[in-house]
């Protein structure tokens, strides 16, 4: 059935999109990233233009990542003070990046700056992470627990304005989780990601985060950004299709639940072997379209 999609301006089949929310939604409650990697590229791919691309998909993210996010917490993987602090540093870093949307979008530029920015995040991003992952499968096993076993570099450990996370069992600077949420508000208002694929290897790398604490913790920290990335959208860019989006809603709640059902059968290094795979095919796949001639090379609009 076609749906005509008012701020994208085309008709589209409504069975795409809600498959498109639904796929997203499991990718974001199996590995605890809110999936904006795969939304943005994926409906570019289907032909919505990659601003309302951008704006729309933060309202998936919310629906997904409150789903995600339940489940986690019955399973009691959340922490919600670490979530908290992220969230402050998090909420600056979108409204930075709506006005920097805003003026390369002014400047005409944006849709060769999106591809561009998406392919140079998930390549080095998923080249890092299958690295990681398949290291990690095939090392020895070791005795010792995965629970802080990488300690912060002396530099985070001299930052002033130390902290204590008793969930997590960390004392740390605010600066350090308020860094990393700063980082992953940008990428939400700039480049439609949630920032879950960068923000779960931080928490863990940089932190020292349980590993069983990071997927519910970064999800929650996810909500309130994508929320308040897709209000400014909506504002000051008008790049928000309220009907695409509730679509692509639809589909992520029940993705994401079935997602988390699935998380506890996945080890975590196979898991981000996946996931790493997964990037690197969005990649390689946004890499060729933007060096394949287009069927048209010049298109006339009439506003």
């Avoid at 008709?11 to 990233?33: D, K, Q, R």
């Avoid at 993210?61 to 959340?78: D, E, F, I, N, T």
């Avoid at 849709?111 to 080095?124: A, E, K």
Wanted: aromatic residues 12%; charged residues 10%.
């Amino acid at each position: 059935m076609q749906v005509y999609l008012p701020i994208a301006e085309m008709s589209i089949p409504v069975e795409m999109i809600f498959l498109l929310g639904a796929f997203v939604g499991f990718v974001s409650g199996m590995f605890g990233v809110g999936g904006g990697f795969l939304t943005t590229p994926l409906l570019i791919f289907m032909g919505i233009p990659p601003a309302v691309a951008v704006g729309t998909q933060s309202c998936q993210l919310v629906a997904s990542g409150v789903s995600g996010v339940m489940g986690y917490w019955r399973k009691g993987s959340v922490d919600f003070m670490v979530g908290s602090v992220m969230l402050g540093g998090g909420l600056m870093g979108s409204l930075l990046g709506i006005f920097i949307f805003k003026f390369i979008r002014y400047l005409g530029q944006i849709d060769l700056i999106i591809s561009l920015l998406y392919i140079l995040f998930l390549g080095s991003v998923g080249l890092m992470m299958l690295f990681e992952g398949t290291f990690t499968m095939f090392k020895k096993k070791s005795m010792r627990s995965e629970f802080n076993r990488m300690k912060s570099p002396s530099l985070l450990s001299r930052l002033p304005y130390k902290m204590r996370f008793p969930r997590s069992k960390l004392y740390i600077s605010v600066f350090v989780p308020g860094g990393i949420g700063f980082v992953g508000g940008f990428l939400v208002s700039t480049m439609g990601i949630g920032g879950g694929f960068l923000l779960v290897p931080a928490m863990i790398y940089i932190l020292g985060m349980p590993t069983l604490l990071v997927a519910g913790t970064s999800l929650f920290q996810i909500i309130f950004t994508s929320a308040f990335a897709a209000i400014m959208h909506a504002i000051v860019n008008h790049s928000v299709d309220v009907l695409l989006a509730v679509i692509l809603i639809l589909g992520g709640v029940l993705g994401a639940r079935l997602g988390v059902l699935v998380s506890r059968r996945i080890a975590g290094a196979r898991g981000r072997v996946l996931l790493a795979l997964l990037v690197l095919a969005v990649c390689a796949q946004l890499g060729y379209n933007l060096f394949l001639e287009p069927s048209q090379l010049y298109v006339m609009t009439i506003k």
